[in-house]
């Protein structure tokens, strides 16, 4: 698997951003593929996810802010990112694990802090939201 992301730029609080991840994926069976974030400071943690069956979930702290989809036609993961503030600021990563059962997805989204799973990582894209 192989994981691409863009879109990382500086922007204003209140503002918003669109992430790309471009995203091949080799897999047989069920699949989790989301997004991550490390703040400066901070644990990884999960943002969003997507499951084989477009089922999505996400961190609290962005739930009716942030909105995952993906296009497939063109293996594109996406993130957009709505009503940012500082806290919003970090590294993002696209992140796949594709070994993931169906329904264990949303783990990843709220409670994954850095270890545990099986995850293929992107190289990161900076998001920086000033204030």
């Known amino acids: 698997v192989q994981l691409e992301e863009s879109g990382g730029v500086s922007v204003e609080s209140g503002g918003s951003l669109r992430l790309s991840c471009v995203a091949s994926?080799?897999?047989?069976?069920?699949?989790?593929i989301g997004w991550f974030r490390q703040a400066p400071g901070k644990v990884l943690e999960g943002v969003a996810v997507?499951?084989?069956?477009?089922?999505?979930s996400y961190a609290d702290s962005v739930k009716g802010r942030f909105t995952i989809s993906r296009d497939n036609a063109k293996n594109t993961l996406y993130l957009q990112m709505n009503t940012l503030s500082p806290e919003d600021t970090a590294m993002y990563y696209c992140?796949?694990?594709?070994?993931?059962?169906?329904?264990?997805?949303?783990?990843?989204?709220?409670?994954?802090?850095?270890?545990?799973?099986?995850?293929?990582w992107g190289q990161g894209t900076l998001v920086t939201v000033s204030s």
């Open positions: 992140a796949a694990d594709l070994s993931a059962p169906p329904g264990t997805c949303a783990w990843y989204s709220r409670e994954y802090r850095g270890t545990g799973g099986a995850l293929t």
């Open positions: 994926l080799t897999t047989r069976g069920g699949y989790c």
């Open positions: 997507i499951d084989i069956d477009g089922t999505s």
